[in-house]
């Protein structure tokens, strides 16, 4: 898998955004923000020694609207904004290809373009997530609420099945199993940034082939 220069994936990826509707526009500016701040100030002071409160001030926004946005204080790490650009580019995927060929296609799409705009905010979630026991059982929990819900959903439209389908709910959790593996792999090893779609799509790859040991 090939990567982008960062300020051509970043263009592109913005461009994404623009495609999506105003509101949902207005609602990913506004937590990208409050997930900036966030960011910042737990790696200034600790995760645990900042509060909500802290976030909300610095994000300009009280705190009932940090939590319209977040659930927890743990969701601004582990939550982004991608599963709706997901969500389209994968319905654009040619009908002939399985489930598989096209989920590696949107990958192969998207994310050399997040690895050029974002790869250190999403490279400081992760070691955020590595570090706080809190963050890593929320995780569980943010992924069956999140983006296993959103690719559910788009399997089952695509292959006519229903989303409480065993097999869509058994899909999902491996394509979602493979992911992690590469992203702590990436994490815990020496790759560069711009390694991450070609370990994520080698997975993807290995799972297609049955996972043969």
């Known amino acids: 898998m090939s990567t982008s220069p960062p300020e051509h994936a970043a263009q592109r990826l913005n461009d994404r955004f623009d495609r999506l509707p105003l509101r949902e526009r207005k609602k990913l500016k506004t937590r990208r923000a409050i997930q900036e701040h ?45 599963d709706p650009i997901m969500a389209d580019v994968f319905r654009r995927q040619p009908a002939e290809l399985s489930p598989l060929e096209a989920f590696r296609a949107v990958m192969a799409d998207l994310l050399p373009e997040v690895v050029g705009d974002d790869a250190a905010t999403l490279y400081a979630r992760m070691r955020l997530i590595e570090g706080v026991p809190a963050l ?78």
């Open 136 to 213: 890593r059982a929320r995780m569980l929990e943010s992924m069956s609420a999140g983006t296993h819900l959103v690719l559910r959903d788009i399997i089952a439209e695509r292959t006519g099945r229903t989303a409480d389908d065993p097999e869509v709910q058994a899909f999902c959790w491996a394509v979602l199993g493979v992911l992690q593996a590469a992203l702590y792999h990436w994490l815990d090893g020496d790759a560069a940034y711009a390694d991450l779609p070609a370990l994520i799509d080698r997975n993807l790859e290995f799972l297609g082939r049955g996972c043969p040991l």
């Open 38 to 82: 966030a960011l910042r100030l737990f790696t200034e002071q600790g995760y645990d020694a900042t509060t909500v409160e802290q976030i909300a001030a610095a994000a300009e926004i009280s705190p009932s609207t940090f939590f319209r946005y977040f659930p927890t204080k743990e969701d601004v790490v582990l939550t982004d904004e991608y």
